[in-house]
Structures are given as C-alpha cells and as structure tokens.
C-alpha cells in the first residue's frame, strides 16, 4: 500500500535488521582504546628506538675520545650532552678502552624500557 506516492514497506528495516541497531557504535567503543594503545605503544616504541641509536653514537663518540687520551669526565660530558640523564661507565678491556652509556626511557606511565649501548676504541692516546 502506497501513502503519498511512497511504499512504507519499502523503506522499513526487516526484523533480523533492527535487533541490531547500534551495534557499531557499540563496538567502536570497544576497539577504540586498543587502538589508541597500540598507536601509543608505537609511538613510545620508536621514541625508545630513536634514544637507542642516539645513545650507542655517544657511546662511540666517548670511547673514541678516551682512545686519544682525554680523560673520562671530557668522554662523560660528551655523553651527557647528547643525551641528558644517561649513566656512563669507562673500563679498559686489554688494548682497547670501552664507554658504555645507559638510560631508561617510559613508554607511557607504566612501562619503561632500559636502553643500553657499548662502544669500545683502540686505547692508542697512553
């Protein structure tokens, strides 16, 4: 039956159809904080990857000044200058001289991450 040049029929949902009305909704609520977590994680997971590579140049940059003879707070200082807040350790390892540096990096509130890089030079400055 046609109201107005129009099928009422036509236009309304079956059954099976509106049982199910916002559920899309429903689940995008849901998914949407494990996808913001992921997106975080990532995020947090390349800042991490990114500090690691920066850390093991400044360790490569200290054991190559303690192999030309400078002395450990100047390797210290090159570490601390790249990247404020790392530990730096010095030992001499037979005819080579090694720095390593060290850091913690957070990813979020809960997870941190100790990030680790070595880098030894010939021990020719002595």
């Known amino acids: 039956m046609t109201h107005g040049g129009h099928d009422a029929r036509a236009t309304a949902a079956p059954a099976w ?3 199910d009305r916002g559920a899309v909704a429903a689940e995008l609520a849901l998914a949407l904080p494990a996808i913001v977590l992921v997106l975080l994680l990532g995020a947090g997971a390349l800042l991490a990857a990114s500090r690691q590579v920066a850390l093991q140049d400044a360790a490569a940059d200290a054991a190559r000044l ?22 730096t350790a010095f030992a001499p390892a037979g005819d080579l001289v090694c720095a390593t540096a060290t850091l913690r990096v957070s990813l979020g509130a809960v997870i941190s991450v100790p990030l680790r890089a070595s880098s030894c030079a010939l021990d020719g400055g002595r």
């Open 17 to 19: 159809w509106r049982g």
């Open 66 to 87: 303690l192999g030309r003879g400078e002395d450990a707070a100047a390797a210290a200082r090159v570490i601390h200058e790249a990247i404020p807040g790392a530990g």
